[in-house]
């Protein structure tokens, strides 16, 4: 089984930065491509970014140039660094191991609330 445990969330001033950890238990971490996820009230869960085995990293255009994802694979541990934070990235924020555009490999964890507001 793979658990994920998301952390680092908190309330911020718009304009602020807040960074992100995931950390994934298993066997298998290194060669996966992770993503991190987002879900505000009365919204579709949405794809932030996503990064592979290699490094490369995609981002959802709502928060390219803003937000950076990193991993480490030594340590299990995916990241999302958040700067330039804006209200309308108020969200759950989880992560998870991307399939194709909508689905996930695991089972959701219980995320981490970020808040964005003056």
């Known amino acids: 089984q793979v658990q994920l445990v998301e952390s680092g969330g908190g309330l911020v001033q718009p304009g602020g930065s807040l960074r992100l950890s995931c950390a994934a238990s298993?066997?298998?971490?290194?060669?996966?491509?992770m993503g991190w996820y987002r879900q505000a009230p009365g919204k579709q869960r949405e794809l932030v970014a996503t990064?592979?085995?290699?490094?490369?990293?995609n981002y959802a255009d709502s928060v390219k140039g803003r937000f950076t994802i990193s991993r480490d694979n030594a340590k299990n541990t995916v990241y999302l660094q958040m700067n330039s934070l804006k209200p309308e990235d108020t969200a759950v924020y989880y992560c998870?191991?991307?399939?194709?555009?909508?689905?996930?490999?695991?089972?959701w964890g219980q995320g981490t609330q970020v808040t964005v507001s003056s």
């Open positions: 998870n191991v991307p399939v194709g555009r909508t689905l996930v490999a695991h089972s």
């Open positions: 298993g066997t298998i971490f290194s060669n996966t491509a």
């Open positions: 990064i592979t085995s290699d490094g490369n990293a």
